[in-house]
């Protein structure tokens, strides 16, 4: 069963436009993480959110995190043709497992 | 090693034959996880080892599939009598240590895409 869910599913932006995409979970976690992934390949690792921050930065990237609703953000700004990619949440599981469940996915096409 | 380096890239298998799909973690990394991508979808879990034991492999679909990772480096994943609902792509992961952990980031390789025809 998938944890997060991404939405929107797609989302279509012009060059130098922000893009959000936002991620809700079901339980409760240790911390929170963003991968990118282009045309169904390898995922690589965006930025690490703690369950005890609330907000983080990474270049164009921030992510939020909100605990109390079990959900989180993930915006890029000023965006780039090259940011087209399938943008995916991921939560540790709890309770003994090591496992990262993964949502969906946003498909973000930045157009130029 | 630079990354995750998986084998091969792409696979083309007839229904019912045997298969191997290799993955080569970070140097140093005791956590290992297979996961299997079809189209449109998140990768799903199939299986996590810290260092030679499967720790989980609650994700694996059936006794088709079996990994191993014999020496706490290399792992294979076996697929026997393989079926075309088994296409998709095979993912591999690394990390310092399980996700439990509140810091640490798995690195993904490029993946296996098995079609199987």
């Known amino acids: 069963s998938q944890q997060g869910e991404e939405d929107p599913q797609a989302l279509s932006i012009q060059e130098g436009e922000n893009a959000t995409m936002n991620c809700s979970y079901k339980t409760s976690i240790n911390n929170l993480q963003w991968y990118r992934q282009n045309s169904g390949r390898g995922l690589v690792h965006l930025i690490l959110i703690r369950s005890n921050e609330r907000e983080k930065h990474s270049g164009r990237l921030r992510v939020t995190l909100d605990t109390s609703k079990k959900s989180s953000s993930l915006l890029i700004t000023a965006s780039r043709a090259a940011d087209t990619a399938s943008y995916f949440c991921a939560t540790p599981t709890q309770g003994g497992s090591e496992k990262l469940v993964f949502g969906k996915g946003t498909k973000l096409t930045v157009n130029p | 090693g630079a990354g995750v380096s998986q084998t091969p890239s792409n696979k083309v298998t007839e229904k019912g034959k045997y298969v191997e799909l290799r993955c080569d973690p970070i140097?140093?990394?005791?956590?290992l996880y297979w996961y299997r991508q079809s189209l449109g979808q998140g990768p799903e879990f199939l299986i996590y080892f810290q260092g030679t034991g499967a720790a989980d492999d609650s994700g694996l679909p059936n006794d088709r599939f079996f990994a191993v990772r014999p020496e706490g480096s290399v792992s294979t994943l076996k697929i026997q009598r393989t079926e075309r609902g088994d296409s998709a792509v095979y993912l591999c992961a690394s990390s310092l240590e399980g996700q439990g952990r509140v810091s640490t980031e798995a690195f993904f390789g490029q993946g296996t895409r098995l079609t199987v025809v």
């Open positions: 140097s140093g990394h005791t956590a």
